[in-house]
T-cell receptor, first 116, second 114 residues
Framework: EPEVTQTPSHQVTQMGQEVILRCVPI?????FYWYRQILGQKVEFLVS????????KSEIFDDQFSVERPDGSNFTLKIRSTKLEDSAMYFC??????????????FGPGTRLLVL | AQSVTQLDSQVPVFEEAPVELRCNYS??????LFWYVQYPNQGLQLLLK??????LVKGINGFEAEFNKSQTSFHLRKPSVHISDTAEYFCAVSSTSGTYKYIFGTGTRLKVLA
């Protein structure tokens, strides 16, 4: 069964450093998402991406965040200058096969980011 | 805008007992509803979803949920739980149009006791 994959599974970085989190969505999906979950808290929407552009973003997704689909398979989240409060589990999700509806999202296993 | 309330942060229950995890939502537009399960140190796995049609939906691992539009609820039930059901359960809602972003509840930690 196709699945969403994410790399790395864990990342430790110093405050102020740039990090890139990578995701490979399910191959025929059209909608892509990033969510984050701060330890012990709920999962929060960051951004959705469709047709090679951001379709919606939350207030969390400020100028230090960016997303990109550099090729036909990868979907990346870049944090330009990490802060301590960026420490969280980051989930990638995808949905919406062609001809279908984008309502059901399939989540990757997550990348646990720790900013020191 | 949508919001989701999961009234119970933790639910302890003995093995083989029934369980209900409560979820209420608020929305000014039509919604899809979902339950996801998160086992320790793992990602989110879809348990079940309500898109349309029958208000009683069945999912994996013996779980089911009932959509109640008048009460804006989507409670999750299982008639007999197992130790392996110990996990965090998240209710989520999305609009039926637009970007389909999910709004999650705060989660309910189900702890099944032997």
């Amino acid at each position: 069964e196709p699945e969403v994959t994410q790399t790395p599974s864990h990342q430790v970085t110093q405050m102020g450093q740039e990090v890139i989190l990578r995701c490979v969505p399910i191959s025929n999906h059209l909608y892509f998402y990033w969510y984050r979950q701060i330890l012990g808290q709920k999962v929060e929407f960051l951004v959705s991406f469709y047709n090679n552009e951001i379709s919606e973003k939350s207030e969390i997704f400020d100028d230090q965040f960016s997303v990109e689909r550099p090729d036909g398979s990868n979907f990346t989240l870049k944090i330009r200058s990490t802060k301590l409060e960026d420490s969280a589990m980051y989930f990638c999700a995808s949905s919406g096969p062609p001809g279908g509806v984008g309502e059901t999202q399939y989540f990757g296993p997550g990348t646990r980011l720790l900013v020191l | 805008a949508q919001s989701v309330t999961q009234l119970d942060s933790q639910v302890p229950v003995f093995e083989e007992a029934p369980v209900e995890l409560r979820c209420n939502y608020s929305s000014s537009v039509s919604v899809y509803l979902f339950w996801y399960v998160q086992y320790p140190n793992q990602g989110l796995q879809l348990l079940l979803k309500y898109l349309s049609g029958s208000t009683l939906v069945k999912g994996i691992n013996g779980f089911e949920a009932e959509f109640n539009k008048s009460q804006t609820s989507f409670h999750l039930r299982k008639p007999s739980v197992h130790i392996s059901d110990t996990a965090e359960y998240f209710c989520a809602v999305s609009s039926t149009s637009g970007t389909y972003k999910y709004i999650f509840g705060t989660g309910t930690r189900l702890k099944v006791l032997a």
